[in-house]
């Protein structure tokens, strides 16, 4: 599995596994069947209520505490230096671990929702640089952010975020933010790859995978990864969870990275930091 150095000298897997909408039950066999596979990064998040099944299923699989990369969210409604402390431990019993790989601020907290947006990702951000020197948290990281919460958050922050996982999929790839990112030495990560599955049945997508003899899942995720940014598709299905990491064996041309990039938009959430909990 290609590894990424992050600007805090740690490394990330480049493909990883999602959890959100796992249901207890599901959250534990994927998470088995993922390790397996050969995934060592999961991602969950407190909101996503299945850290403790992701406990569950690292346990299960066998693997040592070194073998998995594991990520957390704290969730957007708990932003603020002792609210994260409190989240962050919370989080880590659930997850029965004793250290959390990667933590992310979830969303930022924007002018609709916090009086002070700035001083309630930075008092948050102030509690995982702490918890990071603690040994708690290898890699601190935000998610979600545009410029604008990056530029505030850089003004006190003594650690720069490691990761800014945002949404990323053909059809919607945030190409100005991820071109920002790279610039601040900030890793992009991608949520959603297939866009929740819209972005099946697309010619383009159809064509290049035929010529490829992939699916289009596989092209989705190597058009990702050949962006150097780091991906977790989601599957409860062993067979899907098998076909998402089997994308090292070819290579998309500089044309065909193109054609998708170029692809138009298909698939957006609806989901901006700055209107939330409002969609567009
Ligand atoms: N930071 C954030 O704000 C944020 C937001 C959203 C998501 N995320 C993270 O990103 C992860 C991925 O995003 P996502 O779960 O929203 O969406 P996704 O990975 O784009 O799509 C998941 C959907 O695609 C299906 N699928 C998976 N592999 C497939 C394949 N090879 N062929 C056909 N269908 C396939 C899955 O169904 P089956 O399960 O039936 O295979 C599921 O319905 C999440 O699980 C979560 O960990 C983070």
């Not at 999961?42 to 996503?48: M, N, Q, V």
């Not at 945002?166 to 790839?173: D, K, L, N, R």
Request: hydrophobic share 40%; with cysteine.
């Amino acid at each position: 599995m290609k590894k990424i150095i992050l600007n805090d000298g740690k490394t990330i897997p480049i493909v990883g596994f999602g959890t959100y909408k796992s249901t207890e039950q599901e959250a534990i066999e994927s998470v088995i069947s993922a390790i397996k596979h050969g995934y060592s990064l999961i991602d969950t998040a407190a909101i996503y209520g299945n850290e403790e099944a992701i406990g569950k299923g690292i346990k299960a699989s066998g693997v040592s505490r070194e073998e998995v990369y594991v990520t957390t969210k704290l969730w957007r409604e708990c932003l603020g230096y002792e609210s994260t402390k409190q989240e962050f431990k919370k989080s880590l019993k659930r997850l029965n671990l004793d250290y959390i790989d990667l933590y992310l601020i979830h969303w930022p907290a924007n002018a609709k929702n916090y009086d002070n947006w700035q001083k309630a990702n930075a008092d948050s951000w102030r509690a995982m640089e702490e918890l990071q020197a603690e040994g708690k948290i290898k890699s601190i990281g935000v998610s979600n952010f545009f410029e604008e919460h990056l530029e505030a958050l850089f003004k006190t922050a003594k650690v720069k975020p490691s990761i800014n996982q945002i949404e990323f999929h053909p059809g919607y790839w945030q190409e100005k933010l991820v071109n920002y990112c790279k610039k601040q030495n900030i890793v992009v990560e991608s949520w959603s790859p297939f866009a929740r599955g819209k972005v099946f049945g697309n010619e383009v997508l159809e064509a290049i995978a035929n010529k490829h003899g992939k699916s289009v899942s596989q092209i989705c995720l190597r058009w990702i990864i050949q962006h150097n940014v780091v991906v977790i598709p989601k599957s409860t299905s062993p067979n899907r969870i098998a076909e998402n990491i089997q994308i090292f064996d070819f290579e998309l041309s500089t044309f065909e990275m193109e054609q998708i990039n170029k692809l138009p938009e298909m698939g957006f959430s609806g989901e901006l930091p700055n209107l939330w909990p409002d969609r567009v």
